[in-house]
């Protein structure tokens, strides 16, 4: 499995940037992984942001609730990340995950790096 993120760039604080991550193999269009978006900001871990849980909802980290939106379209085999009202907080490489575990959608929260088998290189989002 190969991931491939794109979208990232550099933004004015308030603005928006929408991330996509393709994938070589069905990863998208499956339930058997879960799937997530990481970042790590400047000097710091990796930490998870955002994540499409079993039941199809979402999972989002606190710092972002209520300006990202995390999506997936089966048919293109893609993910995507909605992000709004960025801040400089919001710095950082971002990077596009999958478990070949589906439980790992069922932890709370669901983005342990541990449990994610497969990354993308990461695309960095800058907010000035």
């Known amino acids: 499995v190969q991931l491939v993120e794109s979208g990232g760039g550099s933004v004015q604080a308030g603005g928006s940037l929408r991330l996509s991550c393709e994938a070589s193999g069905k990863v998208f269009s499956s339930n058997s992984y879960c799937i997530a978006w990481f970042r790590q900001g400047p000097g710091k871990e990796r930490e998870g942001v955002a994540a499409?849980?079993?039941?199809?909802?979402?999972a989002y980290a606190d710092s972002v609730q209520g300006r990202f939106i995390i999506s997936k379209d089966s048919e293109r085999n893609a993910l995507y990340l909605q992000m709004n009202n960025l801040a400089p907080e919001d710095t950082g490489v971002y990077y596009c995950?999958?478990?070949?575990?589906?439980?790992?959608?069922?932890?709370?929260?669901?983005?342990?790096?541990?449990?994610?088998?497969?990354w993308g290189e990461g695309t960095q989002v800058t907010v000035s």
């Open positions: 499409i849980t079993n039941d199809a909802g979402a």
């Open positions: 995950a999958a478990s070949r575990y589906a439980w790992v959608c069922a932890l709370s929260p669901p983005w342990r790096v541990d449990d994610y088998q497969y």
